[in-house]
């Protein structure tokens, strides 16, 4: 597997929604250049994906990103792997051939709605508004989580023929994930419940620690640990420096961890909750813009040059906080997202709570003293 060199649109207005918890002052970061690479909009955008980085961009270091477990379909014969591709797979059936693709991109991934339109661009179909897109999702359950599957017939603008591309778009918290068939219309279509089960199949795997890693082009992970007790937290994360503690409100539940998470809480229930999640990483974790990116990503917000920020005493450093309203990529309903930001001990700690706005402006003071509660050894307090 390759890691992936963010890909990134980046616009130059932000309209800052909400007042960050704990403010002293507000600041205003701009990104270098070099984190902005341009993604054309979807008129402009290639024919493919490309298998290949573009000049000037270093070749990715796939150390960042989980291994991909899965149940092969009959039939179905693995390619060699691209720069871009962490698998490769072809269907052939009397002369006919499809491709299938799985591609992770950050957060800055140009958004759902500019690549179903590259999608149906690819067969000869107009692009449509996010709204008409929504209406063509199909629920479909990729490594245990929901997922949008598109299925797009038409012809392909530069040979005429009938083709097909049945694509399915999943967001974890540190990557939207690209399962694509593409190829022969008919069998495409007659591998359509071969690539469902594709899909039900895959898991994601560990993550493991590479001995040399371009942080720049990572975004926040860690390994799943196990749980915590429900009043005063500590992660227990390989390194005996990164084992904080917090003191963890009464109406918080801790909630089950996935993949990168070092801790996470439910606040509420149904359709009125809200969730507390804790990461962490080596260094700068890869920068400021690239996380909050990503944050404003889950919220359907497009990337940003300029990050306005406030500033959050915690454990003896000045914490960066953000605060955005927006539509939640996953369920489609409004959602609020408050993010911490702290450096400690050559690592940075990432605290996210997000869910319901009603429930997130409820949980803000909570949440701000729970970032200021967290110990880690070695700090001076």
């Known amino acids: 597997m390759k890691h992936l060199v963010h890909l990134a649109a980046v616009t130059a207005t932000l309209a800052f929604l909400a007042t960050g918890c704990g403010r002293d002052n507000v600041k205003v970061y701009k990104a270098d250049a070099s984190d902005a690479p341009v993604t054309p909009p979807p008129a402009a955008a290639p024919a493919a994906m490309p298998t290949t980085m573009p000049d000037g961009l270093p070749a990715p270091d796939n150390s960042g990103q989980p291994k991909l477990k899965y149940v ?20 052939s059936e009397n002369g006919k051939t499809a491709d299938v693709s799985v591609i992770p991109l ?129 992660a227990p994360a390989t390194d005996a420096s990164s084992k904080p503690t917090w003191t963890v409100p009464a109406d918080w539940q801790e909630g089950q961890l996935a993949q990168f998470l070092v801790a996470k809480f439910v606040i509420g229930s149904g359709d009125t909750a809200a969730a507390v999640n804790v990461s962490q990483l080596a260094g700068d974790g ?68 997000m869910g319901d706005p009603d429930i997130v402006a409820q949980q803000k003071d909570a949440f701000t003293k729970f970032v200021q509660s967290a110990k880690y050894p070695d700090a001076h307090q």
């Not at 092969?72 to 269907?91: C, H, I, N, Y």
């Not at 692009?127 to 929901?146: S, Y």
């Not at 009938?162 to 591998?191: C, P």
């Not at 003896?316 to 939640?328: C, L, N, P, R």
Request: with cysteine; net charge negative; proline share 7%.
């Open 72 to 91: 092969l379909p009959d039939g179905w014969k693995e390619k060699p792997l691209t720069q871009m591709r962490v698998a490769s797979f072809e269907v």
């Open 106 to 234: 950050g957060a800055m991934s140009g958004g759902d709605a500019a690549n179903v339109n590259r999608w149906r661009g690819q067969v000869g179909q107009p692009p449509l508004d996010e709204d008409a897109l929504a209406k063509l999702a199909e629920k479909v359950e990729v490594a245990g989580q929901p997922g949008d599957l598109y299925d797009l017939a038409g012809t392909s603008p530069g040979s005429g023929d009938a083709e097909r591309i049945i694509g399915t778009i999943l967001h974890t918290d540190t990557a939207t994930w690209y399962f694509k068939m593409a190829g022969d219309a008919d069998l495409a279509e007659k591998q359509k419940t071969n690539f469902v089960a594709f899909l039900k199949s895959v898991t994601f795997d560990k993550l493991a620690a590479p001995s040399t890693m371009d942080l720049s082009q990572l975004p926040p992970s860690h390994p799943a640990i196990p749980g915590m007790d429900s009043t005063a937290q500590t």
């Open 286 to 353: 890869g920068g400021l813009a690239p996380n909050v990116n990503r944050w404003r990503a889950q919220l359907g917000l497009a990337p940003i040059a300029e990050i306005l920020s406030t500033e959050l005493e915690a454990a003896g450093v000045k914490a960066t906080v953000v605060d955005y309203a927006g539509t939640d990529s996953r369920s489609g309903k409004p959602a609020r997202l408050v993010g911490c930001i702290v450096p400690q001990n050559g690592q940075t700690w990432f605290y996210k709570l």
